[in-house]
């Protein structure tokens, strides 16, 4: 599962970020962010209309991400 397809209240475990392609600063980004592998991400709220952007939490930080951005963090159920 990606973050983009988590239902919202329910926490997961990050397993990786997607890269497209060599030095992918989006992906880069995500993982500066704290984006990393056994970190617990949680969906907090979903925009309107779609649900672009979604609001993530990871640690005890939010983050607004579009949906394309969260459809690269692949996602492991939590124990």
């Known amino acids: 599962m990606f973050l983009d ?5 329910q926490t997961a ?3 990786r970020v997607g890269d497209q392609g060599t030095n992918d600063p989006v992906a880069c980004r995500l993982r500066e962010l704290g984006f990393v592998p056994g970190e617990p991400v949680r969906i907090v709220a979903r925009g309107p209309f779609g649900g672009d952007p979604v609001a993530v939490r990871i640690g005890s930080t939010r983050f607004a991400l579009r949906l394309s951005e969260a459809a690269r963090v692949e996602l492991e159920d939590q124990p």
């Open 5 to 9: 397809q988590l239902p919202s209240g």
């Open 13 to 15: 475990i990050v397993r």
